[in-house]
């Protein structure tokens, strides 16, 4: 089935916001990395500025820089409405306000988008979708995956998490996904099936508390054994 833009809701994190979700540090940041379902984030921008080896791969990037813009454009003022109506499952002490935590998104998808023609160009952004992701075994130190797997609980299934996962702890040493929480901040159902499925695959996991909170109570990450 094609990929529809329509279908998604652009809204890229910071590099910040990647860092802490992650707990990157220093060696972690000078390490080939994979952000998957990376979309309009500045991370891949960010980290390649500082010198990073990073490669992103989203479906999104098979659509132009216009495309991408416009549909931005026309989800942005939603997602201020949304954050308004759900302001009480946020935690509001790092971003201020709805409207605050909108522009810093803003801020972070105008510097993706300042950066995607080059990344395009060089390699560092990858149409491209799990499963089957287009990369060679063992490829990468670290996989990272934000705001995509288990956040979607409703929409995709324990068997696409499993898939997901597995594919990636064989293209990357390390694997780490946040959120582990669904829309509602309800801790996905499918996390322990999936954790006990890696292990069987010989990826054992472990769930680790971040310092990151913006949908409230959601802190942690899981960090996966890969290849
Ligand atoms: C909510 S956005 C998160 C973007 C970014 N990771 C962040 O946290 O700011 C989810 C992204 O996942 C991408 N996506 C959806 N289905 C995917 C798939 N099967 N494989 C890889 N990425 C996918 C979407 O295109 C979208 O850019």
Same mark, same amino acid.
């Given at each position: 089935?094609?990929?529809? &833009?329509?279908d998604i809701? @652009?809204? $890229?994190?910071s590099?910040r916001?990647?860092?802490?979700?992650?707990a990157l540090?220093?060696?972690?940041r000078?390490c080939p990395?994979?952000d998957?379902g $990376? $979309? @309009?984030a500045?991370?891949?921008a960010? *980290?390649?500025r500082?010198?990073?080896?990073?490669?992103s791969a989203? @479906?999104?990037?098979?659509?132009?820089? $216009?495309?991408?813009? !416009?549909r931005?454009?026309?989800?942005? @003022?939603?997602?201020?409405?949304? *954050?308004?109506r759900?302001?009480?499952?946020?935690?509001w002490?790092?971003?201020?306000?709805p409207?605050e935590?909108?522009?810093?998104?803003?801020?972070?998808?105008?510097?993706f988008? !300042?950066?995607?023609?080059?990344g395009?160009?060089?390699?560092?952004? %990858?149409?491209a979708? &799990?499963?089957? &992701?287009?990369?060679?075994a063992?490829?990468?130190?670290l996989? =990272?995956?934000?705001?995509? &797997?288990?956040l979607?609980s409703d929409h995709l299934?324990e068997?696409?998490? !499993?898939?997901? =996962?597995? +594919?990636l702890?064989?293209?990357?040493?390390e694997?780490r996904?946040?959120?582990l929480?669904?829309l509602?901040a309800?801790?996905?159902?499918?996390l322990?099936? %999936?954790r006990?499925?890696?292990?069987?695959?010989?990826?054992p996991? +472990?769930?680790?508390?971040?310092?990151? +909170?913006?949908?409230k109570?959601?802190n942690?990450m899981?960090?996966?054994v890969?290849a």
């Amino acid at each position: 089935m094609a990929f529809d &833009l329509q279908d998604i809701v @652009p809204f $890229g994190r910071s590099y910040r916001e990647y860092v802490d979700m992650f707990a990157l540090d220093e060696a972690d940041r000078s390490c080939p990395i994979l952000d998957c379902g $990376g $979309g @309009p984030a500045v991370f891949n921008a960010e *980290l390649t500025r500082q010198g990073g080896r990073v490669i992103s791969a989203d @479906p999104v990037y098979a659509f132009t820089a $216009g495309a991408i813009r !416009a549909r931005i454009d026309e989800v942005v @003022p939603e997602m201020v409405v949304q *954050l308004r109506r759900n302001r009480e499952k946020f935690r509001w002490d790092r971003s201020g306000s709805p409207e605050e935590l909108v522009a810093l998104r803003r801020t972070a998808m105008e510097a993706f988008l !300042a950066d995607y023609p080059a990344g395009l160009r060089e390699g560092r952004y %990858v149409a491209a979708s &799990l499963p089957g &992701l287009p990369f060679a075994a063992r490829r990468f130190d670290l996989a =990272l995956v934000s705001h995509l &797997l288990f956040l979607y609980s409703d929409h995709l299934e324990e068997a696409f998490h !499993a898939g997901a =996962l597995k +594919e990636l702890a064989g293209l990357a040493r390390e694997v780490r996904v946040f959120p582990l929480a669904d829309l509602n901040a309800r801790r996905s159902r499918h996390l322990e099936p %999936v954790r006990r499925a890696l292990d069987k695959a010989g990826n054992p996991s +472990e769930v680790v508390q971040v310092d990151y +909170e913006s949908q409230k109570g959601v802190n942690q990450m899981l960090r996966i054994v890969g290849a």
